[in-house]
């Protein structure tokens, strides 16, 4: 299976902050690839698509780069709402297999 | 609206079985992929299974492939998880998962997931 390795596994950032979250793919997934942010006691929600496809209703304050094996998410400005555990996902080969997960704190 | 609703057996001995299903409204279940994701207690997310529109294609995560088995009934709108051979590390939060439209395959709608406990 294809291994997601997520850095960092946390960080505490303040409000406004600018925050970069990285994932490495073991092998090539192209573009395969999605975030999710997870607040406690929630399902996740779908950010990023595609690598950098913004999905709908999410602000702009979020974005994604990458392709291949190196992968960012990006927050810009984090709000309050911000605080939560995001997650990488690959999709280019079953079994899909998500990152380890990065917890961003408030400082 | 679409809405994914898991219901189930909670509490099962190691070695033993739980069958969970995933009752699924608002939207045309039969035209969608669906899976199944879980997350043990305190831990990431863990993505378990995926099963086609038709029920045809099925594929499996590495540490339930062999002992869990996804299927469907697009007469009842229903998704469904055998679980067998059941270990302590199988506890945690299951949750099916909807496929998305235009979102490259990911899923973007949720049930509220269903707390699964494997203990003797």
């Known amino acids: 299976a294809i291994q997601m390795t997520q850095s960092p596994s946390s960080l505490s950032a303040s409000l406004g902050d600018r925050v970069t979250i990285t994932c490495r793919a073991s092998q090539d997934i192209k573009n395969d690839l999605g975030w999710y942010q997870q607040t406690p006691g929630r399902a996740p929600k779908l950010l990023i698509y595609s690598a950098s496809s913004l999905h709908g209703g999410v602000p702009s304050t979020f974005s994604g780069s990458g392709s291949g094996t190196d992968f960012t998410l990006t927050i810009d400005s984090l709000q309050p709402e911000d605080f939560a555990t995001y997650y990488c996902?690959?999709?280019?080969?079953?079994?899909?297999?998500f990152g380890q997960g990065t917890k961003v704190e408030i400082k | 609206e679409v809405q994914l609703v898991e219901s189930g057996g909670l509490v099962a001995q190691p070695g033993g079985s739980l069958r969970l299903s995933c009752a699924a409204s608002?939207?045309?279940?039969?035209?969608?992929?669906m899976y199944w994701v879980r997350q043990a207690p305190g831990k990431g997310l863990e993505w378990v299974s995926v099963?086609?529109?038709?029920?045809?294609?099925?594929y499996y995560g590495e540490s339930v492939k062999g002992r869990f088995t996804v299927s469907r009934d697009n007469n009842k709108d229903s998704l469904y998880l055998q679980m067998e051979s059941l270990r302590t590390e199988d506890t945690g939060m299951y949750y099916c998962a909807k496929e998305g439209v235009a979102v490259a395959g990911l899923f973007d709608s949720w049930g509220q997931g269903i707390l699964v406990t494997v203990s003797s």
């Open positions: 099963i086609t529109w038709d029920g045809k294609s099925t």
């Open positions: 608002g939207f045309s279940f039969i035209d969608y992929t």
């Open positions: 996902l690959q999709t280019s080969k079953y079994p899909w297999t």
